[in-house]
């Protein structure tokens, strides 16, 4: 799988701003283009950063594929990476290490 896709950019207000983080998620989601239940999106990105805690997942190619698999089949490559990186932001910002090692 092609990881020189860039991740999520930092352009997007901070998970720690005023409000609901799975709304704020939600939204920075739909900026990108990956649609989706609000409730199911932050779901998948929950269990996603525990599976990196529970060192399931422990490259960051492993764990795009977890996420490929809950996404709708039409999601793009970049549309995974992009989920990874904005759901690491949100729910497990101090996993990025293992993003940034594979950018």
Known sequence: MCTAV???ASAHASPSDVGDPDTNFA???HAVGIYGPRD???WIAKIMCKRMYNNLDT????TATF???QLSRDSTTAQVWQFVGL???YYCPDKRVLLDHAA
């Open 67 to 69: 996420v490929r698999n």
């Open 40 to 42: 199911s999106n932050a």
């Open 59 to 62: 490259t960051a190619t492993q």
């Open 27 to 29: 939204q920075q989601l």
């Open 6 to 8: 860039g991740f999520a």
């Open 87 to 89: 759901a690491v932001d």
